[in-house]
């Protein structure tokens, strides 16, 4: 690896008056550690002190962040992001920049998944009732109310979470929507309920803030979403209003994960084949976990950041160690999908023991508020 790809890796990039330092994203993870606690504090705070750019806070349900409905009883919103605020702060003062991405599940009124309301979806599945028109245009304003709330608690950006099989993933998938309404029909019609959320948040954070799209490029099952689709997606979120698209893959954890069994870099050639088409800052991700991979994926112009996830957990000092060329240094990732994949019941359960790290390799992982 050169010293000029490596500097590229960590050059700094702007995004609408926010500058990142370098081109590396910690990704966001369903580890269940919330923002609040003392444990979920020191987590984030190691990987900012390690160098990484930005920080992409998990999959944070709307209703959470756009009033007390969900929360069951008044000012739980504003504690809430009072603390959120806190950690904010001290992630800025460790040198980095901090988004969180906006997510929602399948229940209506409330989009968190296995609690309140009806299981919901872009057309009737299962157990699944199709949302009505007026259904769809109440979470659209939660998507809206969200990201104003977000950037009221000093997040640089919001991430709105397109992808992984989750409800705004569906309506554009032809194998989920169905519907025969202005939401449904051919790829544009399909497109629709994405391109509202992301005007409503436009109006509502104003035309200066930071606004990323996470999109699964391809769905990676027969009759799914494909490449093709998905530009005309990214081209058309472009237009109404995003900054940066997010490129990952799938809908099923495997995918979401990939595993040891899948090459290094697994879904860059979707976030380049976005990149050629897209003329806005493209993230990949995908098993990259080398300093050396890192930096040739943005010298040669295959994206403009790179998300890295299950690494940082492995070892939150990745990025300065590649800065300061200590490759042999570094606590490689080798994606086995043991402590830092488990499932929703799994991880509450992990995550709320002080015994059990979230790394197989790292022990500390986790465990850092401990020390």
Known sequence: MSQQDLATLFSPIDIKGLEIKNRIIMAPMALSLGFRSQRARAFYLERARGGVGAIILPGTAVDILASDEAWGKSEALASFLQGLSSLVADIHDAGAKVGIQLWHGFHFPAGLTGTQGELTAPS??????ELTTAEIKNIIGKFAAAAAKAKEAGLDFVDIHGAHGYLLHRFFSPLDNQRSDKYGGSVRKRMTFALD??????????????????????????????????????????????????????????????????PMGTYVPQAEAIKREVNIPIIAVGRINSPQLASAIISQNKADLVAIGRQLIADPEWPR???????????????????????????????????????????????????
């Open 197 to 262: 959320c992301v005007k409503a948040v436009r109006q509502a954070v104003g035309r200066d803030y930071p606004l990323f799209w996470r999109l699964s490029a391809e769905e990676g099952v027969v009759g799914g979403i494909t490449l093709a689709q998905s530009i005309k997606l990214a081209l058309t979120l472009k237009e109404a209003g995003v900054d940066v698209i997010d490129v990952s893959y799938g809908r099923a954890l495997r995918q979401v994960m990939p595993s040891k069994k899948r």
């Open 321 to 371: 160690k590649a800065h300061e060329g200590r490759y042999d240094d570094i606590m490689y990732c080798d994606s086995c999908n043991k402590n830092c994949v488990r499932s929703i019941p799994e991880v509450k359960k992990a995550t709320a023991s002080e015994d059990l790290s979230l790394c197989n390799l790292n022990e500390r992982a986790g465990k850092e508020w401990m020390v």
């Open 124 to 129: 009737p599945v299962g157990e699944a009732r």
